[in-house]
């Protein structure tokens, strides 16, 4: 059914369509027109769709996994395009974009496209989830973000039920302006790279050391081992019941450091994964910093979705945001090595 050789070109487009969609952000609409602009078609010749572009990100021969029907292969290294940290990404992103598709078009009251929180944004009051309505006021229809407790004719919540959401999603937008300007500070980005590689280097130290030590213990082990002929002829300074004491204790001795070993090529693994990780998130946000003011509203609202984990307002439009868990570790390590940086240049100019 394809051709099982990768071929370079083809696998530069593939890579470019993951990206645009799992780093870049863009939708899968988005990702079509793009690559339609650059002129560059699929294998068959024709323009690049939605539909064709979702197909792919969701095709598994890209990790270099076969299938037939509901069987999957082991993955093959030589077939594989696309690394696991974007793969992964992408099939997080097509189910949260899915289920946020099926909650808008399951409540049709909701304003499709035009507040920038749905499903994240909550009464501070009663904890009800909001949800954002169009009103006609004077004539004129107004979005507003309405807490739903009770119904249309009994409110069950003591606080305010209706909250104008062109206010709402300007202080939003304003605070997620803020963090973005925090997250994409360039002066950061070196020292947390700087800081992400010292981690790195460490959890490699520890490996190799922990290699040498078991190489160690495993020739003694062996020396022991040769040490029982020589107790046999009656050559060797050990007596057997020593020996075999000997022997046994250098066997566990082996045993754990072999698994401290694997213990630490786990963590090796991981810590390169998470470097690689936060390295590629941080050029999502920067990225997203540049474009979310003249993003359109799907996107903006997708970015939106992306960074906040819960909007709570309450009476006189009092707001707060909280961030998703990894945009507030960013965050936290972002304003510690801005204090970090202050320290630094305020000691580079009192010398
Ligand atoms: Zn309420």
Request: proline share 0%.
């Amino acid at each position: 059914m394809y051709d099982i050789l990768v071929k370079d070109e083809e696998a530069v487009v593939v890579r470019e369509i993951f990206d645009l969609y799992a780093s870049r952000g863009l939708g899968a609409k988005t990702v079509a027109r793009e690559m339609t602009s650059r002129g560059i078609r699929n294998q068959h010749g024709n323009e690049f769709t939605q539909s064709t572009v979702r197909h792919m990100l969701g095709n598994c021969i890209y990790r270099g996994i076969l299938r037939s029907g509901d069987t999957y292969s082991q993955v093959f290294e030589h077939l594989r395009i696309v690394d696991n940290v974007t793969w992964l990404r992408t099939q997080e992103l097509l189910e949260s974009r899915k289920t946020a598709w099926q909650e808008t078009t399951k409540l049709p009251r909701v304003v499709r496209g035009e507040a920038l929180l749905s499903g994240n944004i909550i009464c501070g009051h009663c904890g009800a989830h909001m949800t954002a309505t169009s009103v006609v006021s004077r004539g004129c229809k107004v979005l507003r973000y309405i807490c739903n407790s009770g119904n249309k004719y009994v409110h069950k919540c003591d606080g305010q039920r209706s909250y104008g959401a062109k206010t709402v999603d300007g202080i939003v937008t304003k605070l997620l302006l803020e963090l973005f300007g925090t997250l994409a500070d360039v002066s950061n980005v070196g020292i947390l790279k700087r800081r992400l590689n010292l981690s790195l280097s460490e959890n490699k130290a520890a490996h190799v050391a922990a290699i040498r030590h078991l190489t160690k213990k495993e020739s003694e082990l062996a020396d022991l081992k040769s040490e029982v002929v020589k107790v046999i002829r009656g050559e060797s300074k050990f007596s057997v019941g020593l020996l075999n004491e000997a022997i046994e204790i250098a066997e566990r001795e082996v045993t754990r450091l072999r698994e401290e070993v694997t213990a630490l090529e786990t963590a090796l693994t991981n810590s390169t994964i998470k470097s690689d990780e936060f390295v590629r998130q941080h050029g999502e946000y920067i990225h997203w910093a540049q474009v979310f003011a003249d993003a359109d509203r799907s996107e903006q609202k997708m970015i939106a979705a992306r960074m906040i984990e819960r909007v709570e307002v309450r009476r006189g439009m009092e707001i707060s945001v909280t961030w998703k868990a990894d945009a507030d570790a960013w965050r936290n390590a972002a304003t510690d090595l801005g204090a970090e940086t202050a320290h630094y240049s305020e000691e580079a100019c009192a010398v």
